[in-house]
């Protein structure tokens, strides 16, 4: 290795890397960038980690290149060019597991950690859920019943957003671990959520009891409202990155055409086969 480079990093107090070592590096940063991905951050954060993981231990060029589907890295090195393209398959929401990728970023920038400690706690992060399934699907449930009250919903209305909306939390989750794609897992929530909506208004209606179905599905769907995914191709069209900002709104537009798609076909198959028993 160049002495003056060595000793350039000596002085910092940042070890030389070797070529397996800054390979090493590269693949942290870039899962790093991963994560926040996968988990709903924007793109300029996944950015500034992947380029503040790699200069805390002396690379000076860095180019990182990030959109919502893939982060491509190039950086130099001891007179070398190292490259890397991470592909990003995988769009949920998880803002505690960017709030620990951000932590996790800071601590390996600032202390003596090694890269290989620092990916066994990223990958913890991976796999880490700050609450309970149960947990998750009882404020999912709880989340969509309260916009009921939006539009005028009374006490049944409440009570069916709820029950629709955990249902539809529990299988989304579940389609989303078994990696089912963006556009078929909200198909899906958006049958589920009718579906529910009208098995609850059904039952409601052969008890005697006045239920607004309308109400109870916009309740249930409004969890799977692509919000995060729309603010977040605001604010990247804004700070000048119009790819990922153009990404972003077609990621909303695929959400919302795929739930517009899985109400509407459950809404017309129940009325072809419940009839006058659709309230």
Same mark, same amino acid.
């Given at each position: 290795? *160049? ?8 002085y910092?107090?940042?070890? !030389?890397?070797?070529r397996y070592?800054i390979?090493?590096l590269v693949?942290f ?11 709903g951050?924007e793109?300029y954060?996944a950015e ?9 231990r002396?690379?000076? *060029?860095?180019q990182? &290149?990030?959109?919502?589907t893939?982060?491509f ?5 001891n ?6 393209i991470?592909r990003? @398959? ?5 803002l505690?597991r960017?709030?620990r990728?951000?932590? +996790?970023?800071r601590?390996f920038?600032?202390g003596?950690?090694s890269?290989?400690?620092a990916?066994l @706690? /990223? *990958?913890?992060?991976? @796999? ?9 699907l +009882? &404020?999912a449930?709880?989340g969509?019943?309260f &916009?009921?009250l939006?539009?005028?919903? =009374? /006490?049944?209305?409440?009570? =069916?957003?709820?029950i ?8 989304t989750?579940?389609?989303?671990a078994?990696?089912?794609?963006? &556009? ?19 039952a409601?209606? /052969?008890?005697?009891?006045q239920v607004?179905?309308n109400?109870?599905?916009?309740g =249930?769907?409004?969890?799977m409202?692509p ?13 000048g ?6 990404s972003?709104?077609?990621? !909303?537009l695929?959400?919302?055409?795929a /739930?517009?798609?899985?109400?509407g076909?459950?809404?017309? !198959?129940?009325r072809?086969l419940l009839?006058?028993l659709?309230?």
């Amino acid at each position: 290795m *160049n002495e003056s480079i060595y000793i350039y990093f000596h002085y910092r107090g940042v070890p !030389a890397l070797d070529r397996y070592e800054i390979k090493e590096l590269v693949l942290f940063a870039a899962l790093a960038g991963r994560v926040l991905l996968e988990n709903g951050a924007e793109t300029y954060r996944a950015e500034s980690t992947v380029e503040h993981i790699l200069r805390s231990r002396g690379v000076g *060029n860095v180019q990182a &290149f990030v959109i919502p589907t893939a982060i491509f890295l190039s950086i130099e090195y001891n007179d070398e060019l190292y490259s890397h393209i991470e592909r990003n @398959k995988r769009i949920g929401i998880d803002l505690m597991r960017v709030t620990r990728v951000n932590d +996790l970023s800071r601590d390996f920038s600032s202390g003596s950690m090694s890269v290989q400690e620092a990916r066994l @706690k /990223l *990958n913890d992060i991976k @796999k880490s859920s700050q609450y309970s399934l149960l947990t998750q699907l +009882l &404020f999912a449930g709880v989340g969509g019943s309260f &916009f009921t009250l939006m539009y005028n919903g =009374g /006490l049944l209305e409440f009570t =069916g957003a709820l029950i629709a909306s955990a249902i539809t939390a529990a299988v989304t989750e579940f389609l989303f671990a078994h990696d089912v794609s963006l &556009f078929m897992r909200n198909v899906a929530g958006g049958l589920i959520t009718a579906a529910a909506s009208i098995t609850f208004s059904v039952a409601c209606t /052969l008890l005697g009891l006045q239920v607004d179905m309308n109400i109870i599905i916009i309740g =249930g769907i409004m969890t799977m409202v692509p919000g995060v995914a729309i603010t977040n191709a605001v604010r990247d069209s804004i700070s000048g990155d119009y790819v990922s900002g153009m990404s972003r709104t077609s990621e !909303a537009l695929v959400i919302s055409v795929a /739930l517009v798609l899985g109400v509407g076909v459950t809404l017309n !198959a129940a009325r072809i086969l419940l009839g006058g028993l659709m309230p």
